[in-house]
């Protein structure tokens, strides 16, 4: 054996999945089939668990001697794997599954052909991406430090995602979350909140809800944050402050038509460049973002649960991650 075949085959690849999102067998047996084309080791497999999210088991691969990590679960998988991974250097591909695939589908990547997410992970370009974290402060004095990829939040997000049934979100997928976002709107109240950009001034407001975000686009081609990239080492901050029921009209008139159709056009950002600016959703960038908030609140991660916190320290990693896309695969947002 060569030495360039004796190096290829040292190359070991491990997938980890969620048995509850993929065709375990299936997915498998792609991974074995391009893993033994090109020449690599055989590959690892290890399936999340409720007590193991993906972070556990892929350390478990990192260790064993992976050199290459693919993930196949929902948003939240793909958000402990990548907390695993992160400067590790290893790439990681996703195989997009489960219901939102929110990071896949802000790179463009493939949503409905495994194989070639497959097949990235083998013959694929790797790039260098952000990575946020996020060090919560609980009620009694408890700090934990978790990361995310795409976004989170404190108030109304993610009580809208407490409030979302699990089997509905198995049956509709991500429209599940209208109904949870109805179950949340009823008694929703304002509260009162100090924060603070990076490199900027401390402001005081009352507010619904704050979004930091590593990615701008949502599920159903709705731009939360058109500019927004997982690439340019800055979070994208997001904050709603709507004072009545007109201003949630506005704060959907922003989403929906505003970033997701006026913003597309030339006419249409000249329209926009002319309207008067509401208050309703204020924007900011920087490299973090301090909030303190008048209680606890629920917060969120990548669309999952994280408990309440009566205050949120969010970072940046810039290129923190290495992510494995199909050769010669571009993006706006990379």
């Known amino acids: 054996m060569c030495p360039a075949d004796a190096e290829t085959a040292e190359r070991r690849a491990a997938l980890v999945y969620n048995p509850t999102k ?133 108030g109304l997000d993610a009580a809208m995602i407490a409030n979302t049934s699990g089997d509905l979100k198995k049956k509709v997928g991500w429209v599940a979350y209208v109904d949870g976002a109805a179950r949340s709107l009823v008694g929703a ?23 930091f975000a590593n990615c701008g686009s949502l599920p159903a081609g709705l731009e939360l944050i058109p500019e927004a990239s997982v690439a340019d080492g800055e979070l994208d901050i997001v904050i709603f402050q709507p004072k009545n029921p007109i201003g949630w009209l506005a704060v959907w008139r922003r989403v929906a038509w ?5 913003r597309r056009f030339r006419a249409g950002r000249r329209i926009l460049r002319l309207r008067t600016k509401d208050n309703s959703v204020r924007y900011a960038r920087g490299t973090g ?29 810039a290129g923190g991650l290495h992510l494995a896309v199909p050769h010669g695969h571009t993006s706006p947002k990379l």
């Not at 008048?294 to 969010?314: K, R, S």
């Open 189 to 211: 109240k304002p509260f009162a909140l100090m924060y603070q950009v990076a490199g900027d001034r401390m402001h005081r407001a009352n507010v619904q809800s704050v979004l």
């Open 22 to 154: 993929v065709a375990a067998e299936t997915l498998r047996a792609s991974v074995t089939t391009h893993a033994q084309r090109a020449g690599w080791g055989e590959p690892l497999f290890y399936r999340t668990t409720v007590d193991d999210l993906g972070d556990g088991v892929t350390r478990e691969a990192l260790e064993a001697g992976a050199t290459s990590v693919l993930v196949a679960g929902g948003d939240g998988t793909v958000r402990a794997v990548s907390e695993a991974m992160v400067d590790t250097g290893i790439p990681l591909t996703i195989v997009p599954s489960g219901t939102g695939n929110l990071l896949a589908r802000n790179l463009g990547l493939p949503l409905t052909a495994p194989e070639a997410m497959v097949v990235a992970a083998f013959e694929g370009d790797v790039r260098a991406i952000d990575i946020g974290f996020a060090e919560f402060l609980r009620e009694d004095g408890e700090r934990e430090e978790r990361a995310f990829v795409v976004m989170g939040g404190m």
């Open 289 to 317: 973002i301090q909030l303190a908030a008048d209680a606890a609140h629920p917060v969120q991660l990548d669309g999952d649960e994280f408990g309440e916190a009566t205050a949120i320290d969010v970072r940046i990693h």
């Open 258 to 262: 505003d970033n997701s159709v006026l």
